[in-house]
């Protein structure tokens, strides 16, 4: 009805089922103690099948051609975001913090420079613009920010926790090798054979798991492992085999377990404890990761031969925060380098920012939604300079 995305109502959701509440009273109803870490365990299953689905979207080749923009763009949505955030983590510490600085300012630079490369997905579906060059354009830039922003939360983990686990990051490269040349001729040899149901969801579903253990154990988040299995297994078939192993994956992972991860979540937010001072801060914190993400996203575009309409619509997109933003948000919560209210401070950041995606991208295409609007917008310089936003011929919207 609202014309947002429904990763937006999830997280409302969540937040409205959390000590928001009632003082949490509908939560500890619906939830009891004791249930707790199952749903937490179900909510972390989600998101692992979330970033493998998201992973399966990846096809070879979908960043080069035209799409020379790509790394001005992903640069540019990284550097002025991290630098806010880190001026921002120098002028904004929680009291008591007993970790290093230099992990926390990381941290905080990290938190402010995140796509939500899922939720961006999803909103890129609803507007049936995931086929277009646009789609692939932002989707592909999001991911190259993703896998940094992974990386220096690996490293913000490591200063904040000593660095015992740094050691283990130089399994990465290894692990990354074993995917794309002994994981992928396998899964090839089953594609070959054509879709075959749950024998193909048993032995994804556990590579996926057995993925995401691997880098948690190198100190990584575990959904980067989940993204890279998905890239992995990508490659191997055709489209029709990757088709049949989304379908059977989307109903569980995104329609059933990922409303979980949100309640989960919500359940340590507390709106009503922020005082008049603090919503002032939230204010101005979602404000400036607003202005860092846009406006270097714009400017990447734009030297990437972008023309201005389309380097709004990118810088656009690449705000979107939500469940990105959450998992990371949800680490420095369990590494105690953000408290209470700083915690729900930044998730309204986030919520704010994935809601605002929606209205503005029309705001920038006009109120058609679909993909035809792209017609309308044309490169700045010659064709192959730039992205063509209109939908390629043979593609569907």
């Known amino acids: 009805r609202l014309g947002q995305p429904a990763v937006v109502g999830e997280i409302a959701a969540g937040l409205l089922l959390g000590p928001t509440v009632a003082h949490g009273a509908v939560a500890s109803a619906l939830f009891p103690t004791a249930t707790r870490p199952l749903l937490a365990g179900f909510a972390d299953l989600g998101v692992a099948l979330l970033m493998f689905a998201v992973g399966l979207e990846f096809e070879p080749g979908v960043a080069r051609g035209p799409n020379r923009g790509i790394l001005s763009t992903a640069v540019g949505s990284l550097a002025l975001p991290l630098a806010a955030g880190a001026v921002l983590g120098l002028l904004w510490r929680p009291g008591g913090s007993a970790t290093s600085q230099a992990g926390y300012v990381l941290f905080m630079a990290v938190a402010m420079s995140v796509t939500a490369f899922p939720v961006l997905v999803r909103i890129l579906e609803d507007r049936e613009l995931i086929r277009t060059p646009l789609g692939r354009f932002t989707v592909t830039s999001a991911a190259a920010c993703d896998v940094v922003g992974w990386l220096l939360l690996a490293l913000a983990i490591f200063l904040a926790a000593g660095g015992h686990a740094l050691a283990r990051l130089a399994g990465l490269p290894v692990f990354v090798l074993v995917l794309f040349t002994v994981v992928r001729p396998l899964f090839r040899r089953l594609a070959a054979r054509g879709h075959s149901g749950e024998a193909d969801l048993v032995l994804v579903v556990g ?108 810088g656009v997109l690449m705000n979107t925060r939500g469940l990105t933003e959450l998992v990371v948000l949800t680490t420095g919560r369990q590494l105690g380098l953000l408290d209470g209210r700083h915690y729900t401070i930044l998730v309204v950041m986030a919520l704010v920012t994935t809601a605002v995606t929606g209205p503005a991208l029309t705001r920038v295409a006009g109120r058609t939604t679909t993909a035809a609007v792209w017609h309308r917008i044309r490169p700045a310089r010659e064709p192959n300079s730039a992205v063509d936003l209109a939908p390629q011929p043979g593609t569907t919207a």
């Open 207 to 314: 590579g996926v798991l057995g993925s995401c253990a691997a880098t948690e154990w190198m100190g990584l988040h575990f959904i980067f492992g989940a993204f890279l299995f998905g890239m992995a297994v990508a490659g191997s078939g055709g489209p029709s085999w990757a088709a049949g192993l989304h379908r059977d994956i989307e109903p569980v992972g995104v329609r059933l377990l990922m409303p979980v991860y949100f309640v989960v979540a919500g359940w340590q937010v507390n709106l009503p404890g922020l005082s008049a001072r603090d919503w002032l801060v939230a204010a101005a914190v979602t404000a400036t990761a607003v202005a860092a993400k846009f406006t270097g996203s714009f400017a990447g575009a734009r030297l990437g031969g972008l023309d201005a309409r389309q380097s709004c619509a990118v």
